[in-house]
């Protein structure tokens, strides 16, 4: 007589635990700056480009 159920089940392995691997850690450190500096740098207002586009921006066009 054939049997009802004809597959027989699969034994079922133990399951094996992966290492558990370090995550590399990367540190910066910041540069710290001295905003004081940049805050009385008004260097840029004699610079030659910059008054020529401040010239053109402040024309008054009436036309």
């Known amino acids: 007589m054939v049997p009802i159920w004809p597959f027989r089940k699969k034994t079922v392995e133990s399951a ?3 290492k558990i691997t ?4 990367v540190e910066y450190e910041r540069e710290i700056r001295d905003d004081s500096v940049n805050k009385n740098d008004r260097s840029h207002l004699t610079n030659k480009n910059f008054i020529d586009a401040m010239a053109l921006l402040s024309e008054d066009i009436n036309e």
């Open 22 to 25: 370090e995550k590399k850690v």
């Open 16 to 18: 094996k635990a992966s």
